[in-house]
């Protein structure tokens, strides 16, 4: 069974910076294209950030120069960095993870989802 965990997130002050973490397990990470969605209270789930399975990384314009991601395949784990959040960060972030089962490889690539993490800024 595939798993995404989040963690990291939690009530931080305009200005300030979050950390959100997301530990994979039962999915072939190296080779897995790994993003960070978040949602906002009425608001359609949107694209963070993204890294592909070279290490190529994509940002949204709403984040870009302040957030940075990064993957460690020797720990199975991405990483998402804010800076100078604003209280228009505050949502629910998601990690994604389109990769391969290792439990059922013939199945191929499919889109997995963490539980979520709460990011709050406030003002």
């Known amino acids: 069974q595939v798993q995404l965990v989040e963690s990291g997130g939690g009530l931080v002050q305009t200005g300030g910076s979050l950390r959100v973490s997301c530990e994979a397990s039962g999915i072939m990470f190296d080779s897995a294209e790994l993003a960070w969605y978040r949602q906002a209270p009425g608001k359609q789930r949107e694209q963070v950030a993204s890294i592909s399975r070279t290490g190529s990384t994509k940002y949204a314009a709403s984040v870009k120069g302040r957030v940075a991601l990064s993957r460690d395949n020797a720990k199975d784990t991405l990483t998402l960095q804010i800076d100078r959040l604003t209280p228009e960060d505050t949502a629910v972030y998601y990690c994604?993870?389109?990769?391969?089962?290792?439990?059922?490889?013939?199945?191929?690539?499919?889109?997995?989802w963490g539980q979520g993490t709460q990011v709050t800024v406030s003002s």
């Open positions: 994604n993870a389109r990769g391969r089962n290792i439990y059922d490889l013939h199945s191929g690539d499919r889109d997995y």
